[in-house]
């Protein structure tokens, strides 16, 4: 079992920054592929970034690539969005994903085992 808190969602102006930290509870957190996924008002959940269990590998949707980073601290049992150069169209409610297993693809469609509550994030224009 794992459970995710999501936290430092705010609102910001167009071009800010702001980092989003999930705390993972569980002793097999460093087994777990981690990743990040929004949903704006009226629209479907999406894909923003995933990281495995080494932190070793990637992947970013295309909307953010270049300025968004995920990383993740498996000592800590935390796992960060790091958002730079931000829009108003990535407003939107963040959550964190886990799954114990699968693929970087698979992670991808929104399927994972366990979900946080989520926190808002505002971008003015």
């Known amino acids: 079992q794992v459970q995710l808190v999501e936290s430092g969602g705010g609102l910001v102006q167009a071009g800010g920054s702001l980092r989003l930290s999930c705390a993972a509870s569980?002793?097999?957190?460093?087994?777990?592929?981690m990743g990040w996924f929004r949903q704006a008002p009226g629209k479907e959940r999406e894909f923003v970034a995933a990281i495995n269990w080494s932190g070793g590998s990637t992947y970013y949707a295309d909307s953010v690539k270049g300025r968004f980073t995920i990383s993740r601290d498996n000592a800590k049992n935390m796992v960060y969005l790091h958002m730079n150069s931000l829009k108003p169209e990535d407003t939107a409610v963040y959550y964190c994903a886990a799954d114990p297993g699968g693929t970087m693809a698979a992670f991808t469609t929104g399927r994972s085992r366990y979900w946080g509550q989520g926190t808002q994030v505002t971008v003015s224009s």
């Open positions: 569980g002793r097999t957190f460093r087994n777990y592929r």
